[in-house]
């Protein structure tokens, strides 16, 4: 174990925080906009300290085809794009409610009635929104 005056002198790592400049943020806005997703919000959650991710990326689509077809768009063009997959995903069964956790951005890929429902947009007012419809 090192002595408190080594930890000091160290320099301290600076981490670059994402931006809806990043090619990662603009290729899944693509995709999303590709297969016709409605009502895209991004929320900028920077700011927020409690928040697990940078942005939050936030549509709707209206039959479990068109989720389906969105999340697996966003998962193409991002492999083709960055050379990333996703850290995980949820709800891929159902089809309700997809969630694709890049790290620094979430996409939340819903029906219209479960948008309605779980109002993710209220429950981070906190954050700064953008539409990014066509």
């Not at 693509?30 to 990326?57: T, W, Y």
């Not at 995980?88 to 620094?104: M, N, P």
Request: glycine share 2%; proline share 3%.
């Amino acid at each position: 174990m090192e002595p408190l005056s080594v930890l000091k002198t160290r320099e301290k790592s600076t981490i670059t925080r994402l931006t809806r400049n990043s090619k990662i943020f603009k290729s899944i806005i693509k995709a999303i906009q590709d297969k016709k997703g409605e009502h895209i919000v991004s929320l900028d959650l920077r700011k927020i300290p409690e928040a697990s991710a940078d942005f939050f990326i936030v549509c709707q689509a209206s039959s479990t085809t068109q989720v389906r077809a969105i999340c697996d768009g966003i998962e193409d063009q991002v492999r083709i794009d960055c050379n990333e997959a996703p850290y995980k995903h949820e709800g891929r069964q159902a089809l309700q409610w997809v969630l694709i956790d890049y790290v620094s951005v979430v996409v939340h890929v819903m029906h219209p009635e479960a948008r309605k429902f779980y109002k993710l947009e209220e429950m981070w007012s906190d954050a700064g929104s953008q539409l990014h419809d066509m």
